[in-house]
Protein backbone atom coordinates (compact mmCIF):
# COMPACT_ATOMS: atom_id res chain seq x y z
CA UNK A 1 0.00 0.00 0.00
CA UNK A 2 1.86 3.44 -1.21
CA UNK A 3 2.34 5.80 1.88
CA UNK A 4 0.54 9.21 2.01
CA UNK A 5 3.10 10.90 0.22
CA UNK A 6 3.16 8.48 -2.31
CA UNK A 7 -0.35 9.00 -2.99
CA UNK A 8 0.10 12.61 -2.91
CA UNK A 9 2.09 12.32 -5.84
CA UNK A 10 0.13 9.86 -7.44
CA UNK A 11 -2.58 12.36 -7.21
CA UNK A 12 -0.88 14.88 -8.64
CA UNK A 13 -0.21 13.19 -11.27
CA UNK A 14 -3.43 12.06 -12.21
CA UNK A 15 -4.42 15.42 -12.32
CA UNK A 16 -2.00 16.22 -14.86
CA UNK A 17 -3.66 13.82 -16.68
CA UNK A 18 -1.56 10.71 -16.23
CA UNK A 19 -4.87 7.83 -15.66
CA UNK A 20 -5.61 8.76 -19.56
CA UNK A 21 -2.34 8.66 -20.88
CA UNK A 22 1.38 9.40 -20.82
CA UNK A 23 1.90 12.79 -19.49
CA UNK A 24 5.59 14.54 -19.66
CA UNK A 25 6.84 15.39 -16.03
CA UNK A 26 9.73 16.65 -14.73
CA UNK A 27 11.04 16.26 -11.21
CA UNK A 28 11.44 20.28 -11.29
CA UNK A 29 7.52 21.03 -11.70
CA UNK A 30 6.50 17.45 -9.63
CA UNK A 31 8.53 19.13 -7.14
CA UNK A 32 6.74 22.51 -7.31
CA UNK A 33 3.39 20.98 -7.04
CA UNK A 34 4.07 18.81 -4.24
CA UNK A 35 5.85 21.90 -2.42
CA UNK A 36 9.02 19.53 -1.82
CA UNK A 37 12.43 19.41 -3.13
CA UNK A 38 13.43 17.80 -6.69
CA UNK A 39 15.26 14.63 -5.33
CA UNK A 40 11.85 14.36 -2.86
CA UNK A 41 9.67 14.56 -5.66
CA UNK A 42 12.34 12.18 -8.35
CA UNK A 43 12.07 9.38 -4.62
CA UNK A 44 8.61 9.77 -4.41
CA UNK A 45 8.45 8.78 -8.13
CA UNK A 46 10.83 6.12 -8.05
CA UNK A 47 8.76 4.22 -4.94
CA UNK A 48 5.35 4.47 -7.20
CA UNK A 49 7.50 2.92 -9.90
CA UNK A 50 8.70 0.10 -7.71
CA UNK A 51 4.99 -0.62 -6.22
CA UNK A 52 4.09 -0.46 -10.12
CA UNK A 53 1.70 1.74 -9.82
CA UNK A 54 3.19 3.93 -12.57
CA UNK A 55 5.16 3.43 -15.61
CA UNK A 56 7.82 6.03 -16.73
CA UNK A 57 9.67 6.90 -20.05
CA UNK A 58 12.94 8.43 -19.56
CA UNK A 59 13.82 11.30 -21.75
CA UNK A 60 17.07 13.24 -21.53
CA UNK A 61 14.56 16.65 -20.24
CA UNK A 62 12.57 14.65 -18.57
CA UNK A 63 10.14 11.51 -18.69
CA UNK A 64 6.83 10.32 -19.64
CA UNK A 65 4.69 8.91 -16.71
CA UNK A 66 1.44 6.72 -16.76
CA UNK A 67 -0.81 5.89 -14.35
CA UNK A 68 -0.84 1.80 -14.15
CA UNK A 69 -5.11 -0.08 -13.24
CA UNK A 70 -2.92 -0.65 -9.87
CA UNK A 71 -2.33 2.77 -9.79
CA UNK A 72 -6.03 3.57 -10.65
CA UNK A 73 -7.42 1.04 -8.13
CA UNK A 74 -5.46 3.00 -4.95
CA UNK A 75 -6.47 6.26 -6.31
CA UNK A 76 -10.13 5.23 -6.31
CA UNK A 77 -9.52 3.21 -2.75
CA UNK A 78 -8.40 6.49 -1.57
CA UNK A 79 -11.33 8.40 -2.80
CA UNK A 80 -13.71 5.56 -1.29
CA UNK A 81 -12.67 6.14 1.88
CA UNK A 82 -13.27 9.79 1.68
CA UNK A 83 -16.78 9.05 0.15
CA UNK A 84 -17.28 6.60 3.63
CA UNK A 85 -15.86 9.93 5.61
CA UNK A 86 -18.41 12.61 4.22
CA UNK A 87 -21.11 10.07 3.07
CA UNK A 88 -24.53 11.92 4.18
CA UNK A 89 -26.65 8.94 4.32
CA UNK A 90 -27.28 8.05 7.81
CA UNK A 91 -25.89 11.46 8.80
CA UNK A 92 -27.47 13.49 12.05
CA UNK A 93 -27.17 16.95 12.35
CA UNK A 94 -28.52 18.75 15.73
CA UNK A 95 -29.22 22.67 15.99
CA UNK A 96 -30.02 24.81 18.85
CA UNK A 97 -31.86 28.30 18.44
CA UNK A 98 -34.35 30.73 20.45
CA UNK A 99 -37.46 31.59 19.50
CA UNK A 100 -38.13 34.76 17.83
CA UNK A 101 -41.06 36.51 16.38
CA UNK A 102 -41.19 36.29 12.53
CA UNK A 103 -43.53 38.55 10.29
CA UNK A 104 -46.35 36.83 10.02
CA UNK A 105 -45.91 35.69 6.52
CA UNK A 106 -46.13 32.29 7.69
CA UNK A 107 -49.51 31.94 8.57
CA UNK A 108 -50.46 33.13 5.22
CA UNK A 109 -47.88 31.09 2.96
CA UNK A 110 -49.02 27.82 4.97
CA UNK A 111 -52.63 28.52 4.51
CA UNK A 112 -52.12 28.32 0.83
CA UNK A 113 -53.84 25.07 -0.60
CA UNK A 114 -50.92 24.18 -3.22
CA UNK A 115 -48.17 24.08 -0.59
CA UNK A 116 -50.16 22.64 1.33
CA UNK A 117 -50.88 20.02 -0.68
CA UNK A 118 -47.07 19.50 -1.36
CA UNK A 119 -46.48 19.78 2.26
CA UNK A 120 -49.16 16.41 2.99
CA UNK A 121 -47.51 14.82 -0.20
CA UNK A 122 -43.75 15.35 0.43
CA UNK A 123 -43.86 15.21 4.69
CA UNK A 124 -46.77 13.42 5.20
CA UNK A 125 -48.27 16.17 7.29
CA UNK A 126 -50.31 19.39 5.85
CA UNK A 127 -48.57 22.61 7.77
CA UNK A 128 -50.13 24.85 10.46
CA UNK A 129 -50.94 27.93 9.57
CA UNK A 130 -47.58 29.50 11.11
CA UNK A 131 -43.93 28.77 11.16
CA UNK A 132 -42.02 28.56 14.60
CA UNK A 133 -39.14 30.89 13.87
CA UNK A 134 -35.46 29.94 15.96
CA UNK A 135 -32.03 32.49 15.64
CA UNK A 136 -29.16 29.83 15.83
CA UNK A 137 -26.12 30.58 18.04
CA UNK A 138 -22.37 31.11 16.35
CA UNK A 139 -21.73 26.95 17.31
CA UNK A 140 -24.69 25.93 15.28
CA UNK A 141 -24.83 28.33 12.03
CA UNK A 142 -21.74 25.84 10.62
CA UNK A 143 -23.73 23.42 11.41
CA UNK A 144 -27.11 25.00 9.60
CA UNK A 145 -24.12 25.33 6.47
CA UNK A 146 -23.83 22.06 6.43
CA UNK A 147 -27.55 21.46 5.19
CA UNK A 148 -27.38 22.84 2.21
CA UNK A 149 -25.38 19.66 1.03
CA UNK A 150 -28.17 17.28 1.91
CA UNK A 151 -31.14 16.45 -0.75
CA UNK A 152 -34.08 19.37 0.01
CA UNK A 153 -37.09 18.67 -1.33
CA UNK A 154 -38.45 21.49 -4.17
CA UNK A 155 -42.16 22.63 -2.96
CA UNK A 156 -42.60 24.12 -6.67
CA UNK A 157 -44.50 27.81 -6.52
CA UNK A 158 -47.41 28.46 -8.72
CA UNK A 159 -49.49 31.38 -10.02
CA UNK A 160 -53.10 32.36 -7.94
CA UNK A 161 -55.36 35.61 -8.68
CA UNK A 162 -52.91 37.56 -10.82
CA UNK A 163 -50.41 36.19 -7.80
CA UNK A 164 -46.87 34.59 -8.67
CA UNK A 165 -45.95 32.35 -5.39
CA UNK A 166 -42.25 31.13 -5.60
CA UNK A 167 -40.75 27.87 -4.90
CA UNK A 168 -39.69 26.49 -1.29
CA UNK A 169 -37.27 24.55 -0.34
CA UNK A 170 -37.92 21.71 2.66
CA UNK A 171 -36.50 19.79 4.43
CA UNK A 172 -37.71 17.27 6.82
CA UNK A 173 -36.50 17.28 10.55
CA UNK A 174 -38.09 16.83 14.12
CA UNK A 175 -38.62 17.92 17.17
CA UNK A 176 -38.54 16.30 20.26
CA UNK A 177 -41.32 13.65 18.65
CA UNK A 178 -42.63 16.00 16.57
CA UNK A 179 -42.10 15.48 12.58
CA UNK A 180 -41.43 18.98 11.00
CA UNK A 181 -39.63 20.74 8.33
CA UNK A 182 -36.93 23.17 7.92
CA UNK A 183 -38.94 25.24 4.67
CA UNK A 184 -36.61 27.92 3.22
CA UNK A 185 -38.13 30.35 0.24
CA UNK A 186 -36.29 29.42 -3.21
CA UNK A 187 -35.97 33.34 -4.51
CA UNK A 188 -35.06 35.41 -1.62
CA UNK A 189 -31.52 35.57 0.40
CA UNK A 190 -32.38 34.15 3.79
CA UNK A 191 -30.68 34.86 6.89
CA UNK A 192 -27.79 32.06 7.60
CA UNK A 193 -28.53 32.41 11.39
CA UNK A 194 -32.61 32.17 11.27
CA UNK A 195 -34.25 28.81 11.01
CA UNK A 196 -37.79 28.15 9.93
CA UNK A 197 -39.80 25.22 11.13
CA UNK A 198 -43.25 23.73 9.80
CA UNK A 199 -45.39 21.64 11.78
CA UNK A 200 -48.75 19.78 11.59
CA UNK A 201 -49.24 21.68 14.86
CA UNK A 202 -48.94 24.92 16.46
CA UNK A 203 -44.85 24.63 17.43
CA UNK A 204 -45.22 27.35 20.16
CA UNK A 205 -48.32 25.60 21.91
CA UNK A 206 -47.56 21.92 21.37
CA UNK A 207 -43.79 23.08 22.95
CA UNK A 208 -45.03 25.33 25.40
CA UNK A 209 -42.18 27.57 24.55
CA UNK A 210 -42.25 31.60 24.13
CA UNK A 211 -40.24 33.85 22.60
CA UNK A 212 -36.39 33.69 24.01
CA UNK A 213 -37.22 29.92 24.83
CA UNK A 214 -34.88 27.57 23.73
CA UNK A 215 -35.44 24.86 20.99
CA UNK A 216 -33.41 21.62 19.66
CA UNK A 217 -34.24 20.51 16.03
CA UNK A 218 -32.78 17.28 14.80
CA UNK A 219 -32.15 16.45 10.76
CA UNK A 220 -31.74 12.30 10.30
CA UNK A 221 -30.70 12.29 6.26
CA UNK A 222 -31.32 8.36 5.79
Not at 58 to 69: A, R, Y
Not at 119 to 130: D, I, K, M, S, T
Request: charged share 25%; glycine share 10%.
Amino acid sequence: MALAEELECLKAIALMGGCRGPVWVSSQTLAQVLEASPQTASRRLKALESQRLIIRTMNPDGQHITITKDGEDELRREYAEYCRLFAHEGSHYALSGVVVNGLGEGRYYMSLEPYKKQFLRHLGFEPYPGTLNLRLGGPDIPTRKKLEALTWIPIHGFSADGRTFGEVRCLPCRINEIPCGIVVPGRSHYPEDIVEVIAAVGLREALGVKENDRVNVEVAHD
